[in-house]
């Protein structure tokens, strides 16, 4: 299983930072923090990017993220279309497979078969587009009470219904915990349409008092981590994981030091690196 380091974790280092801090822990990818990757190409190219990542040993795995797809006027849906143009272009210059997409908030008196019918909608729009350039799409289901899809259940029923090969899910740790997902969900979905795994843990809160401020290094908190991988293992997951942490108090530290103690924090909760004790993991 390969191990990403994604620049939330490290929000507030550019993403050169990033790239050469994923390269000092030992990462294998990256996934590369949008508002980095403007500001890095305000003064550099593509080709600089992907020269850079090639130079450090990093493969980039994703572009985190598009925000808030469904729902949206006019107006914002045609700045989304744009935004999936622009960074599939980018993606597919620099060898990057997937763009992560996120469903936007629950309309006012909203039902689930309007929100599988918008979602299955805007996906298939944006997939035509990313397509284009050899990218995939990666739709995140997000635990918090007003987004659209809650959970892993939802999201999967989406992208089954999507049906295209370049559409497939992001299961989070922290939002698979705090919006009631179940594990039905991963036993039912096949493996290959996992395309991403975040992984963190979080504080011992109420889960309606859980932020995203309150995330910690996985396996220093209360998220069943080792539940969520007992159950990939069932199905046969062992792609990849990345570090997904929106912890301020981290953002603070040295981005070197942050990255490390990630890398090792995953590495003892799943069991990889010297923690193996055999098996795909």
């Given amino acids: 299983m390969k191990i990403a380091l994604n ?63 469904t729902f949206r006027t006019p107006e914002d849906h045609q700045k989304i279309t744009a935004e999936c143009e622009t960074l599939s272009k980018i993606a597919g210059e620099i060898g990057c497979p997937y763009i992560v997409v996120v469903p936007g908030l629950m309309p006012e008196n909203g039902t689930r078969e309007p929100v599988i019918e918008e979602s299955v909608r805007v996906l298939n729009e944006l997939a035509d587009i990313a397509d284009n350039y050899c990218v995939s799409l990666a739709f995140e289901f997000l635990g918090q009470t007003n987004c659209s899809v809650q959970t892993l259940d939802l999201c999967n029923e989406i992208v ?10 992001v299961l989070d740790t922290f939002h698979f915990y705090a919006g009631n997902s179940s594990y039905e969900a991963i036993d039912s979905m096949r493996p290959e349409k996992l395309f991403i795994f975040h992984i963190n843990d979080a504080e011992d809160l109420p889960k309606e008092q859980l932020t995203d401020a309150q995330r910690l290094y996985p396996g220093t908190g209360i998220l069943p981590i080792r539940e969520i991988k007992e159950h990939f293992d069932k199905i046969g997951y062992d792609r990849m994981v990345s570090i997904e942490i929106f912890r301020p108090e981290y953002w603070e530290q040295d981005p070197f030091e942050v990255a ?9 909760v799943l069991g990889l690196g010297k923690y193996a004790a055999g098996g795909s993991w």
């Fill in 160 to 169: 089954e219904k999507v049906g295209r090969d370049s559409v497939g899910n």
């Fill in 7 to 69: 620049g939330a974790t490290t929000m507030h280092a550019d993403l050169l930072t990033d790239i050469k801090a994923a390269s000092a822990a030992g990462f294998d990818l990256l996934e590369i923090w949008s508002a980095k990757l403007y500001r890095y190409l305000e003064s550099n190219t593509p080709a600089d990017l992907k020269s850079a990542l090639a130079e450090h040993n990093i493969e980039p795995y994703s572009i985190n993220s598009i925000e808030h797809i």
């Fill in 260 to 268: 490390r103690k990630a890398k090792a924090a995953t590495e003892e």
